[in-house]
């Protein structure tokens, strides 16, 4: 599948400020209180967001582009930050963000009985690792102003992906999807079994894509 080429950057220049601007002018605390106990502000600037109707892969954004949308997620962070201190109330708020799918990157909030909610999402290996702050150029300084937790990113199937050969339009169909699987399973994973099963589901399997780091102050 080829990349799809870029075009049009001081367009995206503009959007970016405009997103960043949406999430800066956010009643948040009264978004929580009145609607619900959480909160993300993903990257909503095209082509980064939603679906691509082409046949062809979206680079992940670079260079001037990459650092914009970062500091408007470490700008953003910080608005959050001062209106959730405010509350004078437990919550959770990080920037998550993901290495090598930057465009997944998030500001993610939470009070009242979801402060937990984020606290599980992503499986922390034993062997540790240090954000790398140069790799991130004029930013590195208001990236050290948060403490950083080292989690995988990773994709996740069950023992029951495959389903049973009824459900398939043809045998075929179902022979190649199960050919698939047993070829995904030789791939490098880790294994985790449910203590009760979910009907046919008793394991998962995990198989990561990428780093994602978990920025925030403690």
């Known amino acids: 599948m080829r990349k799809k080429k870029i075009r049009g950057h ?25 609607q619900r106990d959480r909160y993300y502000a993903k990257i909503t600037v095209h082509p980064w967001s939603g679906l691509s109707l082409t046949n062809s892969i ?8 990459k650092q914009k949308i970062l500091n408007g ?19 959770y708020l990080k920037v998550w963000l ?13 009070i009242g009985d979801n402060v937990d909610f984020y606290k599980s999402t992503f499986y922390k290996p034993d062997t540790n690792k240090t954000i790398q702050l140069h790799n991130y150029g004029s930013l590195k300084t208001k990236l050290s102003k948060l403490n950083w937790d080292y989690c995988l990113d990773e994709d996740h199937y069950d023992n029951a ?31 985790h079994k449910f203590k009760e099963p979910m009907g ?19």
């Open 10 to 34: 001081n367009r995206r220049q503009k959007q970016i400020d405009k997103w960043r601007l949406d999430n800066l002018s956010l009643d948040l605390t009264d978004y929580l209180l009145n």
């Open 58 to 65: 979206t680079p992940e954004p670079t260079g001037k582009t």
């Open 73 to 91: 997620l470490l700008d953003i962070y910080d608005d959050w930050k001062e209106q959730l201190d405010k509350l004078r109330q437990p919550y």
């Open 98 to 110: 993901f290495e090598p799918y930057f465009s997944q990157s998030q500001v993610v909030c939470a």
């Open 161 to 191: 992906e495959v389903g049973k050969p009824e459900t398939y339009a043809s045998r075929q169909d179902y022979e190649e999807t199960k050919m698939w699987f047993d070829i995904l399973l030789k791939k490098p994973h880790r294994t």
């Open 200 to 218: 046919d589901t008793t394991k998962s399997y995990s198989f990561k894509r990428g780093n994602i780091w978990l920025g925030g102050q403690k």
